[in-house]
């Protein structure tokens, strides 16, 4: 069974860091091209970033960039989501998801991804 788990998310003061994986069983995660989205109640699921198999990071929405970054591990079969300077409007669950195996474009709907983990809670607040 393919799965992909987040984990890393928390409480974290404005100003703050976190870092979330996402770790994956049943399938190899270089063999696929990985997303961060997240969602606020209401509102709909917004990619954050993307990371081709290659290990480049392809896309950092605009709210994010120069505070996160995306990199992978092929020796723990993971993908992180570092995350500083973190804001209130960061608030949101957080997911992972993988598109097709051996795709190979990063896209940002929703749509294109195949696997999807359960999501993992990260609140900005003082």
């Known amino acids: 069974q393919l799965q992909l788990v987040e984990s890393g998310g928390g409480l974290v003061q404005p100003g703050g860091s976190l870092r979330l994986s996402c770790a994956a069983s049943?399938?190899?995660?270089?063999?696929?091209?990985i997303g961060w989205f997240r969602q606020v109640p209401g509102k709909e699921r917004q990619a954050v970033s993307c990371?081709?198999?290659?290990?480049?990071?392809?896309y950092y929405t605009d709210s994010v960039k120069g505070r996160f970054t995306i990199s992978r591990d092929n020796a723990k079969n993971t993908v992180s989501l570092q995350m500083n300077s973190l804001n209130p409007e960061d608030t949101a669950v957080y997911f992972c998801a993988a598109q097709g195996r051996f795709s190979h474009l990063c896209t940002l709907e929703t749509s294109g991804y195949t696997y999807w983990g359960q999501g993992t809670q990260v609140t900005v607040s003082s």
């Open positions: 049943g399938f190899l995660l270089d063999e696929y091209t």
């Open positions: 990371i081709n198999r290659n290990g480049l990071p392809a």
